[in-house]
């Protein structure tokens, strides 16, 4: 007997309506993920790679970082759309369009000759990518009894989850012992397995069907307007997010232009959505407190997770001289034992109720947070192998039970929608971190540089003593005539690098404070019924 078959009739169940058919659902689980842990990599696995894109297509850093751009950009507007196109055209038929498309987009990309192409090839890979992860998600959740979604979505969230991580230690090794082509052609022989294997193996429910002709019955046709308004809010808000630090925020008319139309959308969209009988976006799921907690939550987990996988790197790169292979490795321990928490949490999630971890994880990533604000010069790599363990000790304990809340109380035609808004939140959530990131980290680089910078005056004696050591020091050294310029710069340099290891401190306190935010939250989920 299947374990589908096992679960019928637990919760409502009927094995009858899963995409699993008379498979068994675990294969499921494990094909899908294939496919959502390549779309998630390609999230990070260019971070580390746009100084040698740059270098190859002769563009600027500025103008290579639109590779990340474009593509966060093009996934947050396809999955406002997923849910419809997935119910109207067949879910398995829709999943292997996109799979299909990110598969040859990839390879496209690996073979880019310009900035403009490869900007092509990722746009094209974000829309296919942005209908992939939703459509995987609610294939788990039909494929699954209640009771044991947990132990389903753990498969899942090790892809969702562990991908990031893996994306900078990926993607650094092939920029620095390869080329940075091989992080998209990577995806060509793994987008052909995985769909085959979708292809063979996942069925379209009979609920999916009926629903499909129902739709055709009654001649209800895509919310259009909603798809546009939804669109441009999610497309406008990931370009102010992602470009607002490096064009100066509101000081440049482009982001002043993007954000207006960011916000005009939005007063637009809340009305229109909230009316139609059928909503691109069902967003009034939002305002529940069960599904509207999860939302909130998800974004939470989002910021965290992506903003610490792109800071850590860069950190450990610019200010401890590692290589971008050895940044990511500094990772991959946290990676290691986010799978094996994923794992565990599977099972805690079918015995404790999801309020109860989601609070315990978030509380530990806090913490994890709080221990990197001790960072100093001697931090070491195992200093930051271990904060990322912490994180990934927390980190599943509060992704699987969020995501199986999430469903809670949802009616099966609702799941497409559910994981749409869900995936919505973690990109967004993922965008925000970063942005928050980086703008703590750029004024308070100007807060703590004035402070120091005080200090360095002619008329300090602590000054006069440093200058007049360093010179000696260099003097010694053989500096001759120049020693006491090369003392100068000498204190400079230890000024800005005390200037960016207290503003690093300041960027990991806020990721603690938007951590401690999801505890709350957590706890005013009611219980889920098993």
């Not at 999230?43 to 966060?72: F, K, M, Q």
Request: hydrophobic share 50%; glycine share 8%.
């Amino acid at each position: 007997m299947s374990a589908a078959a096992e679960g019928a009739g637990a919760g409502g169940f009927d094995a009858s309506q899963s995409a699993a058919g008379g498979r068994n659902p675990w294969l499921i689980a494990v094909v899908v993920s294939i496919a959502t842990f390549m779309e998630v990599l390609d999230t990070t696995i260019a971070n580390v790679a746009l100084r040698y894109i740059s270098g190859t297509l002769a563009v600027s850093a500025d103008e290579a970082s639109w590779v990340v751009t474009s593509y966060l950009v093009a996934n947050a507007i396809v999955l406002t759309a997923s849910s419809f196109i997935a119910k109207r055209y067949g879910r398995k038929r829709f999943y292997l369009a996109c799979l299909g498309l990110f598969t040859v987009s990839s390879l496209a990309c690996g073979f880019a000759w310009n900035l403009e192409s490869l900007l092509l090839f990722r746009v094209l890979q974000g829309f296919a990518g942005g209908g992939m992860v939703p459509i995987s998600q609610s294939i788990l959740a039909d494929s699954f009894p209640p009771a044991k979604r947990g132990q389903a979505f753990a498969i899942f969230g090790i892809a969702v989850v562990v991908a990031p991580v893996v994306g900078p230690t990926l993607g650094g090794w092939l920029s620095d012992n390869l080329s940075w082509h091989w992080c998209f052609l990577i995806n060509g022989p793994v987008g052909v397995m995985a769909f085959a294997l979708v292809s063979f193996l996942v069925q379209e429910p009979r609920s999916a069907i009926e629903e499909r002709q129902r739709l055709k019955r009654q001649g209800i046709r895509m919310d259009v307007i909603g798809f546009l308004l939804v669109a441009t809010f999610l497309g406008s808000l990931e370009v102010v997010l992602d470009r607002g630090q490096t064009d100066d925020w509101f000081a440049s008319g482009f982001i002043i232009a993007f954000a207006v139309i960011c916000v005009a959308s939005f007063c637009l969209m809340i009305p229109w959505e909230m009316t139609r009988e059928n909503p691109i976006l069902d967003l009034r799921m939002v305002a529940t407190r069960q599904f509207g907690s999860c939302f909130l939550v998800m974004m939470a987990t989002g910021a965290i997770l992506i903003a610490t996988t792109q800071f850590l790197p860069e950190l450990l790169q610019q200010y401890y001289g590692f290589t971008a292979t050895w940044a990511g490795l500094a990772l991959s321990p946290g990676g290691m034992v986010t799978m094996v928490m994923m794992l565990v949490v599977g099972r805690l999630a079918g015995r404790i109720q999801p309020k109860y971890l989601i609070a315990t994880g978030a509380t530990i990533v806090a913490l994890a947070m709080w221990d990197l604000t001790r960072l100093n010069p001697d931090s070491t790599f195992w200093f930051f192998a271990w904060s990322r363990i912490y994180i990934g000790i927390g980190l599943p304990l509060i992704f699987i039970p969020i995501t199986t809340a999430s469903y809670d109380g949802i009616p099966r035609d609702k799941t497409d929608q559910a994981s749409a808004l869900i995936n919505v939140a973690r990109n967004v959530g993922g965008s925000i971190g970063v942005s928050i990131a980086q703008n703590v980290l750029a004024f308070r680089e100007q807060f703590h540089h004035s402070r120091l910078a005080e200090h360095i005056v002619p008329s300090n004696p602590a000054y006069q003593r440093t200058v007049e050591q360093a010179t000696n020091y260099f003097s010694m050294a053989g500096g001759g005539a120049g020693a006491r310029e090369r003392a100068m710069a000498y204190i400079g340099q230890q000024v800005q690098m005390q200037t960016a290891y207290w503003s690093y401190i300041d960027v990991f306190f806020a990721l603690m404070l938007i951590s401690v935010s999801a505890v709350p939250l957590a706890l005013i989920l009611r219980n889920v019924k098993r």
